[in-house]
Protein backbone atom coordinates (compact mmCIF):
# COMPACT_ATOMS: atom_id res chain seq x y z
CA UNK A 1 0.00 0.00 0.00
CA UNK A 2 2.94 2.23 1.14
CA UNK A 3 4.61 1.73 -2.31
CA UNK A 4 1.30 2.36 -4.38
CA UNK A 5 0.47 5.36 -2.76
CA UNK A 6 3.71 7.25 -3.35
CA UNK A 7 3.15 5.90 -6.67
CA UNK A 8 0.24 7.20 -6.98
CA UNK A 9 1.01 10.79 -5.07
CA UNK A 10 4.15 11.40 -6.48
CA UNK A 11 3.34 15.24 -5.89
CA UNK A 12 2.63 14.74 -2.27
CA UNK A 13 6.03 12.98 -1.76
CA UNK A 14 7.68 16.18 -3.36
CA UNK A 15 6.07 18.11 -1.40
CA UNK A 16 6.67 16.54 1.84
CA UNK A 17 10.48 16.67 0.92
CA UNK A 18 10.20 20.23 0.48
CA UNK A 19 8.78 20.91 3.73
CA UNK A 20 11.53 18.40 5.47
CA UNK A 21 13.98 20.01 3.99
CA UNK A 22 13.07 23.20 4.91
CA UNK A 23 12.47 22.35 8.84
CA UNK A 24 15.46 20.99 8.65
CA UNK A 25 17.35 24.48 7.10
CA UNK A 26 15.87 26.03 9.22
CA UNK A 27 16.71 23.86 12.70
CA UNK A 28 20.32 24.97 11.44
CA UNK A 29 19.38 28.92 11.61
CA UNK A 30 19.74 30.46 14.76
CA UNK A 31 16.09 32.05 14.21
CA UNK A 32 14.95 28.84 13.79
CA UNK A 33 10.60 28.11 13.21
CA UNK A 34 7.86 29.46 15.53
CA UNK A 35 7.71 25.99 16.92
CA UNK A 36 11.12 25.79 18.06
CA UNK A 37 10.83 29.22 19.57
CA UNK A 38 7.61 28.22 21.29
CA UNK A 39 9.46 25.00 22.23
CA UNK A 40 12.80 27.30 23.86
CA UNK A 41 10.53 29.32 25.22
CA UNK A 42 9.30 26.50 27.57
CA UNK A 43 12.54 25.06 28.06
CA UNK A 44 13.66 28.36 29.52
CA UNK A 45 10.77 28.82 31.74
CA UNK A 46 11.10 24.99 32.96
CA UNK A 47 14.90 26.04 33.60
CA UNK A 48 13.91 29.12 35.13
CA UNK A 49 11.53 27.83 37.57
CA UNK A 50 14.03 24.72 38.70
CA UNK A 51 16.93 27.19 38.76
CA UNK A 52 16.15 31.12 40.38
CA UNK A 53 16.79 31.64 43.59
CA UNK A 54 13.29 33.92 43.61
CA UNK A 55 13.13 37.17 46.23
CA UNK A 56 9.96 36.87 47.78
CA UNK A 57 10.45 40.45 49.17
CA UNK A 58 11.44 41.61 46.25
CA UNK A 59 8.24 40.05 44.42
CA UNK A 60 6.34 42.10 47.03
CA UNK A 61 7.61 45.31 46.81
CA UNK A 62 7.11 45.34 43.27
CA UNK A 63 4.20 43.79 43.18
CA UNK A 64 4.62 41.27 40.12
CA UNK A 65 4.69 37.64 39.63
CA UNK A 66 8.06 36.28 37.48
CA UNK A 67 6.70 33.26 36.15
CA UNK A 68 3.57 35.10 34.88
CA UNK A 69 5.39 37.97 33.48
CA UNK A 70 7.59 35.62 31.62
CA UNK A 71 5.16 33.71 30.09
CA UNK A 72 3.30 37.43 28.67
CA UNK A 73 7.05 37.42 26.24
CA UNK A 74 6.21 34.23 24.72
CA UNK A 75 4.20 35.39 21.32
CA UNK A 76 6.80 38.04 21.26
CA UNK A 77 9.51 35.11 20.64
CA UNK A 78 7.55 33.30 19.04
CA UNK A 79 6.91 35.59 16.42
CA UNK A 80 10.17 37.17 16.09
CA UNK A 81 10.54 37.57 12.01
CA UNK A 82 14.50 38.58 12.12
CA UNK A 83 17.68 37.36 14.47
CA UNK A 84 17.72 40.80 15.85
CA UNK A 85 13.82 40.75 16.92
CA UNK A 86 14.35 37.17 18.40
CA UNK A 87 17.52 38.67 20.54
CA UNK A 88 16.11 41.40 22.08
CA UNK A 89 12.63 39.38 22.77
CA UNK A 90 14.50 37.14 24.72
CA UNK A 91 16.24 40.18 26.58
CA UNK A 92 13.06 41.18 27.51
CA UNK A 93 11.93 37.90 28.73
CA UNK A 94 15.03 37.71 31.01
CA UNK A 95 14.68 41.49 31.87
CA UNK A 96 10.93 40.81 33.38
CA UNK A 97 12.87 38.56 36.46
CA UNK A 98 13.77 42.03 37.25
CA UNK A 99 17.55 41.18 38.80
CA UNK A 100 20.33 43.68 37.21
CA UNK A 101 22.51 40.87 37.72
CA UNK A 102 20.66 38.30 35.18
CA UNK A 103 21.80 39.05 31.16
CA UNK A 104 21.29 37.72 27.51
CA UNK A 105 24.34 37.94 25.68
CA UNK A 106 25.29 37.16 21.60
CA UNK A 107 27.56 33.36 21.29
CA UNK A 108 29.03 32.08 18.36
CA UNK A 109 26.68 30.27 15.67
CA UNK A 110 23.98 31.53 17.89
CA UNK A 111 21.62 34.74 16.91
CA UNK A 112 23.42 37.59 14.90
CA UNK A 113 22.68 41.38 15.97
CA UNK A 114 23.82 44.04 14.14
CA UNK A 115 26.77 45.68 15.92
CA UNK A 116 26.01 49.06 17.05
CA UNK A 117 28.45 51.55 18.77
CA UNK A 118 27.41 53.19 21.93
CA UNK A 119 27.06 57.03 21.40
CA UNK A 120 25.58 59.47 23.47
CA UNK A 121 23.95 62.83 23.74
CA UNK A 122 26.04 66.12 25.24
CA UNK A 123 24.11 65.59 28.32
CA UNK A 124 24.21 63.81 31.86
CA UNK A 125 20.61 63.18 33.41
CA UNK A 126 19.71 62.76 36.73
CA UNK A 127 16.12 61.36 38.53
CA UNK A 128 14.23 63.50 40.59
CA UNK A 129 13.23 60.74 44.07
CA UNK A 130 11.00 63.14 45.85
CA UNK A 131 8.01 61.75 45.11
CA UNK A 132 9.37 57.84 44.20
CA UNK A 133 5.48 57.08 41.99
CA UNK A 134 6.13 59.46 39.45
CA UNK A 135 9.81 60.17 39.04
CA UNK A 136 10.86 62.74 36.42
CA UNK A 137 14.03 63.94 34.74
CA UNK A 138 16.37 66.44 34.33
CA UNK A 139 19.54 67.73 33.34
CA UNK A 140 22.37 67.25 35.29
CA UNK A 141 25.08 68.08 33.37
CA UNK A 142 25.86 69.10 29.69
CA UNK A 143 28.24 69.77 26.84
CA UNK A 144 27.36 73.50 25.46
CA UNK A 145 29.54 72.83 22.69
CA UNK A 146 28.72 69.98 21.75
CA UNK A 147 25.22 70.63 22.41
CA UNK A 148 24.83 73.14 20.12
CA UNK A 149 22.40 75.74 22.13
CA UNK A 150 23.48 77.23 25.23
CA UNK A 151 20.00 77.25 26.68
CA UNK A 152 20.78 74.07 28.05
CA UNK A 153 21.71 74.44 31.90
CA UNK A 154 21.54 71.67 34.81
CA UNK A 155 18.59 71.79 36.07
CA UNK A 156 16.31 72.34 33.81
CA UNK A 157 13.47 69.44 33.58
CA UNK A 158 12.38 67.24 31.08
CA UNK A 159 9.19 67.39 29.94
CA UNK A 160 9.52 65.19 26.67
CA UNK A 161 11.47 62.94 25.30
CA UNK A 162 11.67 61.80 21.34
CA UNK A 163 7.81 63.06 21.44
CA UNK A 164 7.07 60.65 24.41
CA UNK A 165 5.94 61.96 28.61
CA UNK A 166 8.03 60.90 31.16
CA UNK A 167 5.67 58.22 32.12
CA UNK A 168 5.70 57.00 28.27
CA UNK A 169 8.99 57.03 28.19
CA UNK A 170 9.19 54.94 31.25
CA UNK A 171 7.12 52.26 30.15
CA UNK A 172 8.72 51.79 27.25
CA UNK A 173 12.71 51.87 28.70
CA UNK A 174 11.80 50.04 31.62
CA UNK A 175 11.53 46.69 29.83
CA UNK A 176 15.17 47.42 28.60
CA UNK A 177 16.73 48.14 32.01
CA UNK A 178 18.21 45.14 34.37
CA UNK A 179 17.00 46.08 38.09
CA UNK A 180 16.25 44.94 40.99
CA UNK A 181 14.44 47.75 43.27
CA UNK A 182 12.32 51.06 42.03
CA UNK A 183 14.99 53.73 42.54
CA UNK A 184 17.80 51.21 41.03
CA UNK A 185 15.34 51.18 37.90
CA UNK A 186 14.69 55.20 38.08
CA UNK A 187 18.81 56.12 38.52
CA UNK A 188 19.37 53.79 35.66
CA UNK A 189 16.81 55.28 33.02
CA UNK A 190 18.11 58.64 34.26
CA UNK A 191 21.71 57.38 33.38
CA UNK A 192 20.78 55.61 30.07
CA UNK A 193 18.48 58.73 28.47
CA UNK A 194 20.75 60.39 26.99
CA UNK A 195 22.85 57.05 25.59
CA UNK A 196 22.30 54.89 22.74
CA UNK A 197 23.45 51.90 23.59
CA UNK A 198 23.99 48.59 22.27
CA UNK A 199 22.08 46.52 24.59
CA UNK A 200 18.76 48.28 23.38
CA UNK A 201 16.71 47.66 20.55
CA UNK A 202 17.91 49.99 17.62
CA UNK A 203 14.87 51.07 16.39
CA UNK A 204 13.78 52.80 19.05
CA UNK A 205 16.09 55.54 19.07
CA UNK A 206 16.55 58.29 16.33
CA UNK A 207 19.59 59.77 14.12
CA UNK A 208 19.26 62.58 17.19
CA UNK A 209 17.78 63.16 20.57
CA UNK A 210 14.97 65.42 20.72
CA UNK A 211 13.95 67.05 24.36
CA UNK A 212 11.23 69.38 25.47
CA UNK A 213 12.60 71.19 28.27
CA UNK A 214 11.31 73.32 31.35
CA UNK A 215 13.51 76.09 32.75
CA UNK A 216 12.90 76.60 36.88
CA UNK A 217 11.32 80.13 35.58
CA UNK A 218 8.98 77.72 33.90
CA UNK A 219 9.80 79.41 29.93
CA UNK A 220 9.69 76.11 28.01
CA UNK A 221 11.89 74.93 24.95
CA UNK A 222 12.69 72.34 22.09
CA UNK A 223 16.03 70.78 21.43
CA UNK A 224 17.46 68.08 19.20
CA UNK A 225 21.27 67.07 20.39
CA UNK A 226 23.24 65.00 18.01
CA UNK A 227 24.49 61.49 19.51
CA UNK A 228 28.57 60.96 19.67
CA UNK A 229 31.40 59.82 20.95
CA UNK A 230 30.96 59.83 24.65
CA UNK A 231 35.38 60.35 24.95
CA UNK A 232 34.58 63.56 22.88
CA UNK A 233 32.20 65.49 25.15
CA UNK A 234 33.47 67.44 28.18
CA UNK A 235 30.04 67.58 30.00
CA UNK A 236 30.13 69.90 33.21
CA UNK A 237 28.08 68.63 36.28
CA UNK A 238 25.58 71.06 38.02
CA UNK A 239 27.06 70.13 41.05
CA UNK A 240 30.76 71.03 40.56
CA UNK A 241 32.04 70.00 43.86
CA UNK A 242 31.27 67.51 45.96
CA UNK A 243 32.99 67.94 48.94
CA UNK A 244 33.59 71.58 49.08
CA UNK A 245 36.96 71.94 52.43
CA UNK A 246 38.50 68.55 52.22
CA UNK A 247 41.37 67.74 49.86
CA UNK A 248 42.20 64.48 48.82
CA UNK A 249 45.21 62.95 49.93
CA UNK A 250 45.06 59.20 48.59
CA UNK A 251 43.58 58.12 45.71
CA UNK A 252 43.29 54.52 45.30
CA UNK A 253 41.24 51.96 42.62
CA UNK A 254 38.29 51.01 45.42
CA UNK A 255 38.51 54.30 47.28
CA UNK A 256 39.47 57.97 47.73
CA UNK A 257 40.93 59.15 50.78
CA UNK A 258 39.64 63.19 51.71
CA UNK A 259 40.79 65.27 55.12
CA UNK A 260 39.24 68.11 55.84
CA UNK A 261 41.37 71.76 54.92
CA UNK A 262 40.19 72.81 58.60
CA UNK A 263 42.06 70.57 60.68
CA UNK A 264 38.76 68.54 62.22
CA UNK A 265 39.42 64.65 63.55
CA UNK A 266 37.17 63.50 60.22
CA UNK A 267 38.39 61.17 57.63
CA UNK A 268 35.94 61.14 54.35
CA UNK A 269 36.11 57.66 51.98
CA UNK A 270 35.21 58.05 48.53
CA UNK A 271 34.32 54.65 48.14
CA UNK A 272 34.31 53.29 44.40
CA UNK A 273 34.64 49.83 43.94
CA UNK A 274 35.40 46.30 45.97
CA UNK A 275 37.57 44.65 43.11
CA UNK A 276 40.69 42.69 43.73
CA UNK A 277 43.04 45.68 44.54
CA UNK A 278 41.07 46.23 47.99
CA UNK A 279 43.32 43.92 49.76
CA UNK A 280 46.39 46.42 49.03
CA UNK A 281 44.12 49.43 49.29
CA UNK A 282 43.13 48.87 52.64
CA UNK A 283 46.83 48.08 53.61
CA UNK A 284 47.23 51.38 52.10
CA UNK A 285 44.79 53.24 54.15
CA UNK A 286 45.42 51.73 57.18
CA UNK A 287 49.17 52.23 56.97
CA UNK A 288 48.21 56.40 56.11
CA UNK A 289 45.98 56.15 58.99
CA UNK A 290 48.91 54.82 61.95
CA UNK A 291 51.21 57.20 60.25
CA UNK A 292 49.25 60.37 60.36
CA UNK A 293 47.28 59.16 63.91
CA UNK A 294 43.79 59.02 62.31
CA UNK A 295 42.69 55.82 63.74
CA UNK A 296 40.27 57.41 66.48
CA UNK A 297 38.84 60.03 63.40
CA UNK A 298 34.92 60.22 62.78
CA UNK A 299 34.50 58.20 60.11
CA UNK A 300 32.66 59.42 56.90
CA UNK A 301 32.28 57.01 53.50
CA UNK A 302 30.27 58.12 50.77
CA UNK A 303 29.27 54.88 48.80
CA UNK A 304 26.89 56.89 46.35
CA UNK A 305 29.21 56.60 42.98
CA UNK A 306 30.77 52.66 43.80
CA UNK A 307 30.10 49.93 42.72
CA UNK A 308 30.34 45.95 43.30
CA UNK A 309 32.71 43.14 43.88
CA UNK A 310 34.07 41.19 46.83
CA UNK A 311 35.76 41.31 50.45
CA UNK A 312 33.70 43.76 51.85
CA UNK A 313 33.96 42.59 55.19
CA UNK A 314 37.52 42.58 55.00
CA UNK A 315 37.79 46.15 54.75
CA UNK A 316 34.76 46.36 57.37
CA UNK A 317 37.23 44.42 59.77
CA UNK A 318 39.80 47.38 59.55
CA UNK A 319 37.40 50.11 59.59
CA UNK A 320 34.98 49.25 62.87
CA UNK A 321 36.20 48.38 67.15
CA UNK A 322 33.75 45.26 67.67
CA UNK A 323 32.37 42.25 66.22
CA UNK A 324 30.07 42.43 63.61
CA UNK A 325 28.02 38.90 62.01
CA UNK A 326 28.66 39.01 58.26
CA UNK A 327 26.63 38.23 55.95
CA UNK A 328 25.37 34.56 54.54
CA UNK A 329 24.42 32.73 51.72
CA UNK A 330 22.74 29.38 50.28
CA UNK A 331 22.33 27.99 46.43
CA UNK A 332 19.46 26.85 45.16
CA UNK A 333 20.14 23.15 44.34
CA UNK A 334 19.67 22.36 40.78
CA UNK A 335 21.34 21.25 37.23
CA UNK A 336 22.36 25.01 37.49
CA UNK A 337 24.11 24.59 40.87
CA UNK A 338 25.51 21.12 40.26
CA UNK A 339 28.99 22.09 38.00
CA UNK A 340 29.79 24.22 40.65
CA UNK A 341 29.63 22.35 43.75
CA UNK A 342 30.85 19.51 41.88
CA UNK A 343 33.94 21.41 40.69
CA UNK A 344 34.64 22.96 44.11
CA UNK A 345 34.80 19.65 45.78
CA UNK A 346 37.03 18.29 43.09
CA UNK A 347 39.34 21.77 43.56
CA UNK A 348 42.63 21.78 45.47
CA UNK A 349 43.20 24.75 47.64
CA UNK A 350 45.49 27.29 46.75
CA UNK A 351 49.04 26.36 48.06
CA UNK A 352 50.29 29.57 47.36
CA UNK A 353 47.36 31.95 49.33
CA UNK A 354 48.72 34.99 51.27
CA UNK A 355 48.11 34.81 55.10
CA UNK A 356 45.35 37.34 55.53
CA UNK A 357 43.61 38.43 58.98
CA UNK A 358 39.67 37.70 57.34
CA UNK A 359 40.43 35.76 54.43
CA UNK A 360 40.20 32.08 53.44
CA UNK A 361 42.57 33.23 49.98
CA UNK A 362 43.18 29.05 49.79
CA UNK A 363 39.75 28.51 48.96
CA UNK A 364 39.73 25.54 51.81
CA UNK A 365 36.70 26.57 53.72
CA UNK A 366 34.76 26.14 50.42
CA UNK A 367 35.93 23.72 49.10
CA UNK A 368 35.06 21.69 52.14
CA UNK A 369 31.90 22.52 52.50
CA UNK A 370 31.37 21.45 48.52
CA UNK A 371 32.61 18.04 49.60
CA UNK A 372 30.78 17.57 52.60
CA UNK A 373 27.37 19.84 53.38
CA UNK A 374 26.50 20.50 49.34
CA UNK A 375 27.30 17.23 48.09
CA UNK A 376 25.26 15.65 50.49
CA UNK A 377 22.23 18.36 49.90
CA UNK A 378 22.36 17.46 46.12
CA UNK A 379 22.32 14.02 46.72
CA UNK A 380 19.70 14.74 48.95
CA UNK A 381 17.33 16.19 46.44
CA UNK A 382 16.97 19.40 49.12
CA UNK A 383 15.64 22.49 47.77
CA UNK A 384 18.78 24.60 48.77
CA UNK A 385 21.90 24.10 50.88
CA UNK A 386 21.64 25.65 54.18
CA UNK A 387 22.94 28.78 54.88
CA UNK A 388 26.44 29.01 55.29
CA UNK A 389 29.08 32.54 56.21
CA UNK A 390 28.57 34.59 52.17
CA UNK A 391 31.34 32.00 49.95
CA UNK A 392 32.68 30.68 52.64
CA UNK A 393 35.68 33.43 52.12
CA UNK A 394 35.83 35.01 55.79
CA UNK A 395 34.62 32.00 57.88
CA UNK A 396 33.97 28.46 57.11
CA UNK A 397 30.99 26.39 57.40
CA UNK A 398 30.10 26.05 61.01
CA UNK A 399 30.95 29.55 61.70
CA UNK A 400 28.03 31.86 63.89
CA UNK A 401 29.21 34.58 61.03
CA UNK A 402 30.86 36.66 63.60
CA UNK A 403 33.84 38.38 62.23
CA UNK A 404 36.01 40.31 64.83
CA UNK A 405 37.85 43.64 64.27
CA UNK A 406 41.56 43.50 62.82
CA UNK A 407 44.48 43.92 64.88
CA UNK A 408 44.50 47.52 63.15
CA UNK A 409 41.34 48.97 62.98
CA UNK A 410 39.66 52.53 63.36
CA UNK A 411 37.88 53.08 66.28
CA UNK A 412 35.78 56.32 66.06
CA UNK A 413 31.82 56.76 65.15
CA UNK A 414 30.80 55.89 61.35
CA UNK A 415 28.38 57.46 59.14
CA UNK A 416 27.65 56.16 55.42
CA UNK A 417 26.06 58.25 52.49
CA UNK A 418 24.49 55.77 50.27
CA UNK A 419 22.78 55.90 47.01
CA UNK A 420 20.75 53.61 44.24
CA UNK A 421 24.27 53.66 41.37
CA UNK A 422 25.55 50.33 42.60
CA UNK A 423 24.62 47.57 44.47
CA UNK A 424 25.97 43.85 44.42
CA UNK A 425 28.35 43.57 47.35
CA UNK A 426 27.91 47.21 47.77
CA UNK A 427 24.81 45.98 49.14
CA UNK A 428 26.07 44.07 50.99
CA UNK A 429 28.70 46.55 52.94
CA UNK A 430 25.83 48.64 53.66
CA UNK A 431 23.79 45.58 55.15
CA UNK A 432 26.54 44.82 57.36
CA UNK A 433 27.21 48.27 58.38
CA UNK A 434 23.21 48.79 59.49
CA UNK A 435 22.25 45.45 60.74
CA UNK A 436 25.12 45.81 62.82
CA UNK A 437 24.28 48.87 64.23
CA UNK A 438 27.91 49.99 63.25
CA UNK A 439 27.06 53.20 61.64
CA UNK A 440 24.57 56.19 60.92
CA UNK A 441 23.25 55.88 57.53
CA UNK A 442 21.68 58.43 56.10
CA UNK A 443 20.70 59.31 51.90
CA UNK A 444 19.22 56.69 49.56
CA UNK A 445 18.95 52.57 49.47
CA UNK A 446 21.57 50.98 47.63
CA UNK A 447 20.68 49.63 44.32
CA UNK A 448 19.12 46.43 46.04
CA UNK A 449 20.38 43.33 43.99
CA UNK A 450 22.90 40.39 45.35
CA UNK A 451 22.98 36.54 45.62
CA UNK A 452 25.30 34.34 45.81
CA UNK A 453 26.15 32.76 42.26
CA UNK A 454 24.73 33.24 38.44
CA UNK A 455 24.61 30.43 36.52
CA UNK A 456 24.67 30.88 32.74
CA UNK A 457 23.94 28.49 30.00
CA UNK A 458 24.23 28.34 26.00
CA UNK A 459 20.53 27.80 25.08
CA UNK A 460 20.00 25.43 21.98
CA UNK A 461 16.55 25.08 20.69
CA UNK A 462 15.25 21.80 21.95
CA UNK A 463 16.08 19.08 20.05
CA UNK A 464 18.84 20.55 17.97
CA UNK A 465 22.26 21.50 18.59
CA UNK A 466 22.00 25.36 17.15
CA UNK A 467 23.30 27.26 19.35
CA UNK A 468 20.85 30.92 20.03
CA UNK A 469 21.97 33.14 23.36
CA UNK A 470 23.39 32.27 26.54
CA UNK A 471 21.02 32.92 29.60
CA UNK A 472 21.77 33.59 32.92
CA UNK A 473 20.08 32.68 36.54
CA UNK A 474 20.27 34.04 39.70
CA UNK A 475 20.63 30.60 41.86
CA UNK A 476 21.23 31.62 45.14
CA UNK A 477 20.20 33.77 47.93
CA UNK A 478 22.73 36.28 49.97
CA UNK A 479 21.15 36.72 53.34
CA UNK A 480 21.60 39.97 55.30
CA UNK A 481 23.12 39.43 58.69
CA UNK A 482 19.38 40.37 60.45
CA UNK A 483 18.58 37.36 58.16
CA UNK A 484 16.18 38.58 55.35
CA UNK A 485 17.13 38.68 51.84
CA UNK A 486 18.94 40.97 50.36
CA UNK A 487 17.73 40.45 46.44
CA UNK A 488 15.46 43.52 46.39
CA UNK A 489 15.39 44.71 49.51
CA UNK A 490 18.41 47.06 50.69
CA UNK A 491 18.85 48.89 53.39
CA UNK A 492 17.16 51.68 54.09
CA UNK A 493 19.01 54.65 55.43
CA UNK A 494 18.00 56.01 58.79
CA UNK A 495 17.79 59.28 57.57
CA UNK A 496 16.13 59.24 53.89
CA UNK A 497 16.84 62.19 51.88
CA UNK A 498 16.48 61.52 48.16
CA UNK A 499 18.03 63.13 45.14
CA UNK A 500 15.82 65.94 43.69
CA UNK A 501 15.64 69.09 41.28
CA UNK A 502 16.46 71.01 43.84
CA UNK A 503 19.04 69.54 46.14
CA UNK A 504 21.56 68.13 43.01
CA UNK A 505 23.64 71.18 43.07
CA UNK A 506 25.10 70.50 46.64
CA UNK A 507 23.48 66.56 47.21
CA UNK A 508 26.77 65.80 48.27
CA UNK A 509 27.62 68.50 50.45
CA UNK A 510 24.48 68.34 52.59
CA UNK A 511 24.28 65.01 53.36
CA UNK A 512 28.40 65.25 54.51
CA UNK A 513 27.23 68.36 56.54
CA UNK A 514 24.63 66.23 58.22
CA UNK A 515 26.24 63.18 58.72
CA UNK A 516 29.27 64.96 60.33
CA UNK A 517 26.60 66.85 62.61
CA UNK A 518 24.60 63.24 63.43
CA UNK A 519 28.33 61.82 64.56
CA UNK A 520 29.66 65.20 65.97
CA UNK A 521 26.46 65.06 68.66
CA UNK A 522 27.21 60.87 69.56
CA UNK A 523 31.04 61.75 70.38
CA UNK A 524 29.91 65.31 72.42
Known amino acids: MKRAHLVVRPVFLATSLSLLMATTLAAQTALGTAEQRNALVDHILELTAAREAWSPVKEANMRYSPMADMEAIRAEVVGASTEAQLFFALVKLSNVRRDSHLSVSAVEGGLRVPAQPVLRAPISVLADFSDIDAPSFFISGVDAVAA ?25 FREWIRYSSIRSLHWKLAQSLPIRPSDTPPWLYGERLDLELEKESGERYSVSLPYVDGDELDIVEGELVLYPGFTTVMERFNFNVLRPDDGRKVVLLQWLDFEFELIQDVVDLMDYA ?15 DSSGGSRGAYAIQRLVDRPFRTTFGNIRLSSGAEPFITRWAAAEDRSDAPDIFGLNESGSWLHEWARTDAIQALERGDDYTAPVPFKLAHLPKDSDGVLQPAPVHFSGPIAIIGGPRGG ?24 GYSNTWEASEVLTFPGTDQPVVEFMWNIGHTLRPNGEILEGNPVMPEVYVPLTRENFRTYHRDLLTAALDRLARSVS
Open 148 to 172: GDSRIEPGDLILTINGSSTPEHIAI
Open 290 to 304: QKEGLLEHMLVIDVT
Open 424 to 447: SHLDQFMAMFADNNLAFTIGMPTG
